[in-house]
């Protein structure tokens, strides 16, 4: 499907044909039960973590000495330099814990009611990223960077805005989900979805979001650098089976509605034409 820019050129869209018909807003119930589910399964998993702390933290200090032998491991030297920033570890800390559910949500809301052609893709594969992260949170437990030795919890320590490691909320957030980084694949499943039908100066705010997120997220020690860079392999596998999936899906529904129409056109057909 294409529009028309301000300027006159022809955008394409993602995911939209002008051969099938225009979907219709799914009911906004079955939106909030798909999210009370994962909710579900997502507390099911946070459950099971004052069992599993040892074999997180097992996990996170082996992720450390890859990443060492890799020679990409600055998690420990960018966390003790936001501790003497404090201006810049409250902004960063801020974002963080912020940005990753307004954004989504906002985004979500405004498709469902404006361009239910591109929610629902969208939101299906958001809904396939977190059941797989949700899985390997369950298989491979690891504890992110800030509950190693020698670490600062930068988020905890400059009393974050909506903060999940401190008060109330903390109790219901997992600590031990750092690989894949979710906060890391939803910015990049954004901008992958919007990336072909979008301009290059949106493309500069498209390809912004997820390194600015993944900055953050590293240098407040909320995530290693290979749990970002596994969250944006889950993002691109699932976009690509996505697609095409969602592409076998639009062509089943063009020939169901070609078979309703094409008795109708045959009948227009037969029908002799007035003298």
């Known amino acids: 499907m294409t529009i028309d820019s301000r300027d006159g050129a022809e955008v394409s869209l993602p995911h939209a044909s002008a051969a099938t018909p225009a979907p219709r807003r799914s009911p906004w119930w079955l939106e909030l039960l798909t999210i009370a589910w994962l909710a579900w399964v997502y507390d099911l998993v946070n459950n099971l973590a004052p069992l599993r702390l040892q074999v997180a933290l097992r996990h996170a200090r082996g992720i450390l000495r ?9 998690e420990l030297s960018l966390d003790r330099w936001l501790v003497g920033h404090k201006t810049l570890a409250v902004a ?19 498709l469902w009611w404006r361009r239910a052609d591109l929610y629902r893709p969208l939101r299906s594969a958001l809904v396939l990223i977190n059941v797989i992260g949700f899985a390997v949170f369950w298989l491979y437990p690891v504890a992110p960077p800030r509950l190693l030795d020698g670490f600062t919890d930068i988020v905890a320590s400059t009393d974050a805005f909506g903060s999940w490691h401190t008060g109330p909320l903390a109790s219901e957030a997992n600590q031990l989900a750092a690989m894949p980084s979710l906060h890391g694949a939803y910015p990049m499943l954004i901008a992958v979805f919007f990336w072909k039908g979008s301009s290059n100066r949106k493309r500069i705010l498209l ?30 596998i699932t976009f690509y089976f996505g697609s095409k999936l969602l592409d076998r899906w639009e062509a089943r529904q063009l020939r169901k509605q070609q078979a309703r129409d094409e008795p109708a056109v045959l009948q227009r057909e037969a029908v002799p034409a007035a003298p």
């Open 92 to 110: 960063l800390s801020d974002y963080y814990d912020n940005v990753h559910f307004i954004a989504t949500l906002g985004l979500l809301a405004y």
């Open 207 to 236: 390809a912004a979001y997820p390194l600015c997120m993944a900055f953050s997220l590293v240098y407040s020690g909320e995530h290693f650098v290979i749990d970002i860079f596994v969250g944006w392999l889950y993002v691109f």
């Open 66 to 74: 890859l990443e060492r032998s890799l020679g990409i491991d600055p």
